[in-house]
Nanobody, 120 residues
Framework: QVQLVESGGGLVQPGGSLSLSCAAS????????WDWYRQTPGKERELVAT???????TYGDSVKGRFNISRDAAKNTGYLRMKNLEAEDAAVYYC??????????????WGQGTQVTVSS
């Protein structure tokens, strides 16, 4: 019913910046919140940042001050802007959204993941 498509991953040098986008489409009535996660091989998925409908924002300790989460409700799109990237930030990044559909169902949708590589 709802699809999330991520874009913006890639290769960046340490200290560089990268922006990720996550566009939602389908039978969307409202998107309550956006989350960004990341995962590296052999590790559990880590919650990086969250923004709720009231624009309450939380960040994981490892990214505070370097990452910025935002949303554009009109475009049904979430964003994660990353700066001062470190080698430890390299991972597959996933977006997730809590969506209320036009059928008044509350669902959680996931993006396909996008690779972020930090290397010189």
């Amino acid at each position: 019913q709802v699809q999330l498509v991520e874009s913006g991953g890639g290769l960046v040098q340490p200290g560089g910046s990268l922006s990720l986008s996550c566009a939602a489409s389908g039978r969307i009535l409202n998107i309550h919140s956006w989350d960004w996660y990341r995962q590296t091989p052999g590790k559990e998925r880590e919650l990086v940042a969250t923004i709720t409908g009231g624009d309450k924002i939380t960040y994981g300790d490892s990214v505070k001050g370097r990452f910025n989460i935002s949303r554009d409700a009109a475009k049904n799109t979430g964003y994660l802007r990353m700066k001062n990237l470190e080698a430890e930030d390299a991972a597959v990044y996933y977006c997730a959204a809590d969506v209320v559909t036009t059928a008044n169902q509350a669902i959680r949708s996931w993006g396909q993941g996008t690779q972020v590589t930090v290397s010189s």
